[in-house]
């Protein structure tokens, strides 16, 4: 798969899955748009070493302006973006009667809300061009539920739902657009979940067995690189008719 000339904007990749993705879409030849609140110098390198210096912008997901202006720093310096992984998201964890309004607006605007603006402003030029590929990350948990994770299950069935939406209204052009719905990946999000078992007793390798074993029949975490590669494949003219899909990759966890 060669996207050379192509550019590729992933929001939320300074770590875990975006950078992942990330730089399996440099080393394929895009040419990349980096975003996040990670180590953003570590996250270049990391991208640069497939042969371009990558953009960055700044932008916070939860604010349709900065979003805006982030999509025009790209149409201005990079011609636009060809290829949009939405990957930016937050978690927070509590039942719904004690659940933080503030917490859930938070994660409406930067789970869901970031996917409509950042897609919204993508698409004319993606027509203009006549392609385009949208790769929207889901989770699992937008195909299934979890208990207090009420928000977050929200967002990402509404992601996967406007993925669809968005397949439909391009259904006749070159412009794809589908989501991934990984089960458990070790990031920082997960991390916190391993973390909190241990600090209530359990040693670090039970902790880490004992979430897998909960969800995730494979016993494994899915991994950013698999990810990166599956959206590769998205990418490519065998993925053309690969429209409002919904993709797990989640060890078995919704086959059971």
């Not at 539920?145 to 299950?153: G, L, Q």
């Not at 967002?155 to 406007?162: I, N, P, R, S, Y």
């Not at 719905?181 to 209530?200: F, M, Y």
Request: glycine share 10%.
């Amino acid at each position: 798969m060669n996207l050379t000339g192509k550019t590729a904007l992933v929001t939320g990749s300074t770590s875990g899955i975006g950078l992942g993705i990330a730089q399996v879409l440099a080393q394929a030849g895009a040419t990349l748009i980096l975003n996040g609140f990670g180590d953003v110098e570590a996250a270049k390198d990391a991208v640069a070493q497939y042969g371009k210096t990558p953009g960055y912008h700044g932008a916070d997901l939860s604010d349709e302006a900065q979003i805006a202006d982030m999509m025009r720093y790209a149409a201005s310096e990079f011609g636009g973006v060809d290829i949009l992984v939405n990957n930016a998201g937050i978690q927070h964890v509590s039942p719904v009667e004690t659940f933080p309004v503030e917490k859930w607006n938070a994660i409406i605007a930067i789970n869901l809300s970031s996917v409509f603006h950042t897609t919204r402003l993508a698409l004319p030029g993606m027509r203009a061009r006549n392609w385009g590929r949208i790769i929207n990350i889901a989770s699992v948990h937008g195909l299934v539920a979890s208990k207090e994770k009420s928000a977050y299950v929200a967002a990402k069935h509404g992601v996967v739902g406007l993925t669809k939406t968005i397949a439909l209204e391009t259904a006749q052009t070159g412009i794809t657009c589908n989501a991934l719905c990984p089960g458990w990946v070790l990031t920082p999000l997960v991390q916190q979940q391993i973390d909190k078992r241990i600090a209530e007793g359990a040693p670090p390798d039970v902790a880490r067995d004992a979430l897998l074993a909960e969800k995730q029949p494979s016993r494994e975490f899915v991994t950013p690189e698999q990810l990166g590669e599956l959206a590769l494949f998205l990418c490519s003219d065998g993925a053309a008719q690969v429209r409002g899909v919904a993709w797990n990759m989640d060890g078995g966890w919704v086959a059971q």
